[in-house]
């Protein structure tokens, strides 16, 4: 699919939406590198991590191009991505309630990298269906 209507042609919202999905999806990477590094996950955490950073971009792109069904489609991704890293945050808050670890390092990273993510997520959601947008998408 050619686009010829430039880059110029790109809503303010569509564009910084595209940027926060960027954002979200290096999140993704970073924390499966913390969890890496950490040894709390096997390896196999870095490629859940790198198929959500492609989706993400992926998606992302074709949502930037205008591309009408790919805005559904990163509303979705975006509303199972922040569900997966609000659960993760509840479960990391009720291990620390119950005293089963000390509030560590990577505990603290995860604390503010995954409402991060959710927000960046969440804010790009929203930009996306933005009134100034509906015309930019076919």
Avoid at 50 to 65: D, H, N, P, W
């Amino acid at each position: 699919m050619s686009d010829d209507r430039g880059a110029d042609a790109v809503p303010a919202p569509v564009h910084t939406a595209f940027q926060l999905f960027v954002g979200a999806a290096a999140l993704a990477v970073t924390n499966a590198v913390l969890q890496l590094t950490f040894k709390i996950s096997p390896p196999l955490v870095l490629v859940g991590a790198t198929i959500e950073a492609a989706l993400l971009v992926g998606f992302g792109l074709r949502m930037r191009r205008g591309n009408l069904r790919a805005r559904p489609t990163m509303l979705s991704l975006a509303l199972v991505f922040s569900l997966y890293s609000l659960a993760g945050l509840v479960g990391l808050s009720m291990a620390m309630r119950q005293g089963a670890n000390e509030l560590g390092a990577l505990d603290i990273l995860l604390l503010l990298i995954w409402p991060a993510k959710i927000l960046l997520l969440v804010g790009g959601g929203w930009l996306m269906y933005r009134p100034i947008t509906q015309g930019y998408f076919r």
